[in-house]
């Protein structure tokens, strides 16, 4: 069983929906919380980074992370056709330490 | 601009002929690292470096190798080719208080 999982989707949602992706994780070490997006041919981009347990919001972007569950999810409102990408979670022990990421969410918004 | 720049994007090259991939960062980090992407296994670590000087061993080091002799640079090594070594490849960066890796545009490589 992988250490991160995440479902590989795709996940196809109408314009101006709320997309909501998750990812599930084993080892309770985990402490630092990320999501990527990553563009076909692109690297992963930075969007969200959270330390922790709790809530963070930015713009139409909101993670929750929920550690006594080992889950932690992303949320985007207001999805536009440019939010179609690859998401990533990624998580790590300490901060700047390995990275250890998801398979990867395929999000299709449709105009 | 704050980036961590890769070099080539893209590399064709044969078997066991020795190749590096180059990558800098302008935004003074002190972490690097290289990961490779592959269907079906997403990314994996195969080396970083903590600071100048300070390299170890991630998940799939066998096959490569790492230098850092300046803060600013972190090139991956590939003594001798194989075709399992065939992979998109990314570099990536950022502080030891953390904050979240910066990451390049990959290097795509083909070895044959």
């Known amino acids: 069983q992988k250490e991160v999982e995440q479902d590989p989707g795709p996940l196809s949602v109408p314009e101006g929906a709320i997309v909501s992706l998750n990812c599930t994780y084993s080892n309770s070490a985990f402490q630092y919380f990320m999501w990527y997006r990553q563009y076909s041919r692109k690297g992963p981009e930075l969007l969200m980074y959270?330390?922790?347990?709790g809530n963070k919001e930015d713009g139409r972007f909101t993670a929750q992370v929920d550690k006594s569950s080992k889950y932690i999810s992303l949320f985007i409102r207001d999805s536009q056709p440019s939010d179609s990408a690859t998401y990533l979670c990624?998580?790590?022990?300490?901060?700047?330490?390995?990275?250890?990421f998801g398979g990867g969410t395929r999000v299709l918004v449709k105009p | 601009e704050a980036q961590v720049t890769q070099n080539p994007r893209y590399l064709i090259t044969v078997t066991g002929k020795k190749l590096t991939v180059t990558c800098s960062q302008n935004m003074n980090h002190e972490y690097m690292s290289w990961y490779r992407q592959d269907p079906g296994l997403g990314l994996r670590q195969i080396y970083y470096?903590?600071?100048?000087?300070?390299?170890d061993k991630g998940d799939v080091p066998e096959g490569y190798k790492v230098s850092r002799k300046e803060k600013r640079n972190f090139p991956l090594i590939l003594e001798s080719p194989s075709p399992n070594q065939t992979s998109l490849y990314f570099c990536a960066s950022c502080f030891n208080r953390g904050g979240g890796y910066t990451f390049g545009s990959g290097t795509r490589l083909t070895v044959v």
């Open positions: 470096s903590m600071n100048v000087e300070v390299t």
């Open positions: 959270t330390y922790s347990s």
């Open positions: 990624a998580m790590s022990v300490a901060a700047g330490n390995k990275l250890t």
